[in-house]
């Protein structure tokens, strides 16, 4: 399996080689072009000049004198380029080689290539000359017109190798690839150091992740300035992750203890009770009696089973369906519910302050979840409140939403068990003894009814005065 360096690496050598090669193909494309262009701008120049040169002295009569030869070497010495003119047959009478025995002289040129020159006025071309040179040259010819006549008398080649060019273009390919090999080793080195840095954090982050699937769950990865941006928000996201699971697996082992708890004691007691009677330690006229809080621990095993199993269902559906939901009076639905904790009322004395908008408060939810949240809610108020004390029913409007709130006197719930309140098994008395009806499960139940809905719930308590409340969308 590669690594994330030999990938990246190899990506990288492989851009910085076809880019290096590009450049380096353009840029002999353009020097050759450049230097293609200066020679024949040079070598039209210069035939321009021996023709008019030959001319003059045809006019004088002194085309075959040894004063045009002279000029014409030293034209050529000067220039770089060789010379030769040649007469209307194509024999070369003239040549800028300073040996008078030039191999040139009485060599022939193509009558067709004459012709074209004659035709054009000017030739620029690249190639060998045929009948005189054997290697490829660049060449410009023009003709040469007498001033007496106004004829063709001739025309002057002037030519130039194109090996000299060559010769160019490879002493810049050369310097082409020595910077290359240098810029490849620089960047072997840079991309060497930043893969391996950029690497770094990732196998950090891969070596935590081994760690807390072993059972580290405090392990977290370094985040700081030494990262990149999208390393380090890899990196937070990574110990978000890692506190959410430690979180669910601490949830998740709390939730076990709290179960095995409540489950240990009714357990403990039905079993106990029904060993009694069947070995006759109870005797018959208490049987009735132990039978009867049998039936009631079973039911209250029951009543836990029901719970957790509503719980599971409503977070498996993801939230209650709209079409469950119905349009309800939120007032009249409160006002029920509250008249069947009628007795209990009476029998702790409880002053009840209700607080009611004098019109109907509508809203679009489940009528059987409300109903059952404003009950855990009015009956953990009833229970918790103290003899004589004050239960608040309140319905508010705000904007598009409904506040529905409901209070009690009693002992105040301190300030670091106040997040803890809607957690699953959750009890202010850790000893649980002073609540045997409940489990713990009915703030959560209300606060998992709540969310399906998409709306919120919350809780205040002080002074000895404990409110909760909990939102809904009016639709008046």
């Known amino acids: 399996m590669k690594t994330t360096f030999s990938r990246q690496f190899g990506a990288t050598m492989l851009v910085l080689l076809l880019a290096l090669v590009l450049m380096g193909g353009a840029f002999r494309v353009l020097v050759k072009q450049y230097l293609e262009k200066n020679t024949y701008e040079q070598l039209t120049t210069d035939a321009s000049a021996i023709s008019e040169l030959t001319a003059a002295y045809d006019a004088v009569g002194q085309l075959h004198g040894d004063i045009l030869r002279t000029n014409l070497t030293l034209a050529s010495l000067v220039s770089g380029a060789d010379a030769v003119v040649c007469n209307t047959d194509g024999t070369v009478v003239l040549c800028s080689d300073r040996n008078l025995s030039c191999e040139h002289l009485g060599m022939t040129v193509n009558k067709e290539y004459l012709e074209k020159v004659f035709t054009n006025g000017i030739d620029i071309d690249s190639g060998k000359i045929r009948g005189l040179y054997n290697e490829a040259r660049y060449v410009v010819s023009t003709p040469v017109v007498s001033r007496r006549t106004g004829a063709d008398i001739g025309i002057v080649m002037v030519s130039v190798p194109v090996e000299g060019t060559i010769g160019i273009l490879d002493g810049i390919i050369e310097i082409q690839v020595a910077v290359s090999l240098l810029v490849i080793l620089i960047a072997v080195v840079i991309m060497s150091i930043s893969v391996r840095n950029q690497c770094r954090p990732l196998r950090e982050m891969a070596n935590v992740a081994r760690e807390f699937g072993h059972g580290n769950l405090k392990a977290r990865v370094y985040t700081g300035d030494k990262n990149t941006e999208e390393v380090d928000e890899l990196a937070v996201a990574f110990n978000n992750m890692a506190v959410s699971l430690e979180k669910s697996e601490y949830q998740r082992q709390e939730f076990v203890a709290n179960v095995s708890h409540e489950l240990k004691t009714p357990m403990t007691t039905i079993g106990g009770y029904v060993d009694g009677i069947l070995?006759?330690?109870?005797?018959?006229?208490?049987?009735?009696?132990?039978?009867?809080?049998v039936s009631d621990e079973t039911k209250r095993l029951s009543r836990l089973v029901r719970s957790m199993l509503d719980i599971s269902k409503l977070q498996d559906m993801g939230g209650i369906p709209e079409e469950k939901k119905t349009r309800f009076d939120l007032e009249e639905c409160a006002g029920?519910?509250?008249?069947?904790?009628?007795?209990?009322?009476?029998?702790?004395?409880?002053?009840?302050?209700?607080?009611?908008?004098?019109?109907?408060?509508?809203?679009?939810?489940?009528?059987?979840?409300?109903?059952?949240?404003?009950?855990?809610?009015?009956?953990?108020?009833?229970?918790f409140c103290t003899e004589g004390g004050k239960l608040g029913l309140r319905i508010q409007e705000g904007g598009n939403k409904i506040y529905c709130s409901v209070s009690n006197e009693g002992q105040t719930i301190p300030p670091e068990e106040l997040p803890l309140v809607f957690d699953r098994f959750h009890k202010i008395d850790k000893s649980r003894s002073e609540n045997r009806e409940g489990w713990g499960l009915g703030l959560y139940i209300v606060k998992t009814l709540v969310c399906s809905h998409g709306e919120n719930i919350s809780v205040e308590s002080r002074d000895g005065k404990t409110e909760f409340t909990f939102t809904l969308p009016l639709v008046n």
């Open 279 to 293: 070995d006759g330690t109870i005797p018959p006229e208490r049987q009735r009696y132990y039978m009867q809080i």
């Open 336 to 383: 029920q519910v509250l008249i069947t904790f009628e007795q209990k009322i009476n029998q702790k004395h409880l002053d009840v302050q209700v607080d009611f908008p004098e019109h109907p408060v509508y809203t679009r939810a489940e009528v059987d979840a409300i109903t059952q949240v404003i009950y855990n809610l009015v009956d953990n108020s009833v229970k």
